[in-house]
């Protein structure tokens, strides 16, 4: 069993920045890779980036360059610093971990942009 709490959600203006955290209950050198996913409202759960043991880190289209995910092992987190927030960024953003040849999924935290 794997449990991910994430943390760091919250509401801010259009070009703001939030950081959200997500804390594995395993060491994260189990886990590869690890990473964020989004659901807007109304809409599917889509990817937002991921980041594997050796650090190779991916994103989708829409984030490069605004968003910076990193894993700190010694803690058991993977962080995901969001800049230049949109609004179109509004959504519950999910931490999501694969380990045992399983995903597992945090509770999500919300994150709202105003405009």
């Known amino acids: 069993q794997v449990q991910l709490v994430e943390s760091g959600g919250g509401l801010v203006q259009a070009g703001g920045s939030l950081r959200l955290s997500c804390a594995a209950s395993?060491?994260?050198?189990?886990?590869?890779?690890m990473g964020w996913y989004r659901e807007a409202p109304g809409k599917q759960r889509e990817f937002v980036a991921d980041i594997t043991i050796s650090g190779r880190t991916d994103y989708a289209d829409s984030m490069k360059g605004r968003f910076t995910i990193s894993r700190d092992n010694a803690k058991n987190t993977v962080n995901l610093q969001m800049n230049s927030l949109k609004p179109e960024d509004t959504g519950v953003y999910y931490c999501?971990?694969?380990?045992?040849?399983?995903?597992?999924w945090g509770q999500g935290t919300q994150v709202t942009v105003s405009s």
């Open positions: 999501k971990a694969v380990a045992y040849h399983q995903e597992w």
């Open positions: 395993i060491s994260t050198f189990s886990i590869n890779p």
